[in-house]
Antibody
Framework: EVKLLESGGGLVQPGGSLKLSCAAS????????MSWVRQAPGKGLEWIGE????????NYTPSLKDKFIISRDNAKNTLYLQMSKVRSEDTALYYC??????????????WGQGTSVTVSS | EIVLTQSPALMAASPGEKVTITCSVS???????LHWYQQKSGISPKPWIY???NLASGVPARFSGSGSGTSYSLTISSMEAEDAATYYC?????????FGAGTKLELK
């Protein structure tokens, strides 16, 4: 069974940093693109970015490119999101998702349950 | 950036009613790159329709998807209570990947 389990969320002060993790199991993590998506309270889904299997390609949504860093450790089956210079508008539920389905089409076929990040002083 | 505009933003349907949600795309994309997700309150999004018209595993046959170019839609042939949810379209024809703002479907 495919499982994605995010962790690392919590309360962070404005301007601070936080590193989220997503532990994957039930599939060959090293063969899949992975993505981070966030959802602010009461709002829609916002794509943060994605990373290919060997970390040679990492794409971000332009507005977050200078604040967030996506990485992965295939030996640990873990995806990461390093957040920096956070602001109140970064308060959200952060999901990791596997990009599966038909290769190259960008469909996210499995999602974690999300980890909550609150930016507040 | 490709913008996805969903309509309506909010709607209510009675049991048995036909429902259509549209997703208008700012630039023409291949239908392979247009997907739909269902999200219920407090739950992670679920893949619902892949590549415009391919139902994800477990999705009831009353759902269908269609479209091409800049206009796509999700249709429920006969509304059921369990279909009440928010539906999002998503494209990955060009970076950045983008989602529509969502359509909240309520049971009337």
């Amino acid at each position: 069974e495919v499982k994605l389990l995010e962790s690392g969320g919590g309360l962070v002060q404005p301007g601070g940093s936080l590193k989220l993790s997503c532990a994957a199991s039930g599939f060959d993590f090293s063969r899949y693109w992975m993505s981070w998506v966030r959802q602010a309270p009461g709002k829609g889904l916002e794509w943060i970015g994605e990373i290919n299997p060997d970390s040679s390609t990492i794409n971000y949504t332009p507005s977050l490119k200078d604040k967030f860093i996506i990485s992965r450790d295939n030996a640990k089956n873990t995806l990461y999101l390093q957040m920096s210079k956070v602001r109140s508008e970064d308060t959200a539920l952060y999901y990791c998702a596997r990009i599966g389905g038909t290769p190259g089409t960008g469909a996210m076929d499995y999602w974690g349950q999300g980890t909550s990040v609150t930016v507040s002083s | 950036e490709i913008v996805l505009t969903q309509s309506p933003a909010l709607m209510a349907a009675s049991p048995g009613e036909k429902v259509t949600i549209t997703c208008s795309v700012s630039s023409s994309i291949s239908s392979s790159y247009l997907h739909w997700y269902q999200q219920k309150s407090g739950i992670s999004p679920k893949p619902w329709i892949y590549g415009t018209s391919n139902l994800a595993s477990g999705v009831p046959a009353r759902f269908s998807g269609s479209g091409s170019g800049t206009s796509y839609s999700l249709t429920i042939s006969s509304m059921e209570a369990e279909d009440a949810a928010t539906y999002y379209c998503q494209q990955w024809s060009s970076s950045p990947l983008t989602f529509g703002a969502g359509t909240k479907l309520e049971l009337k």
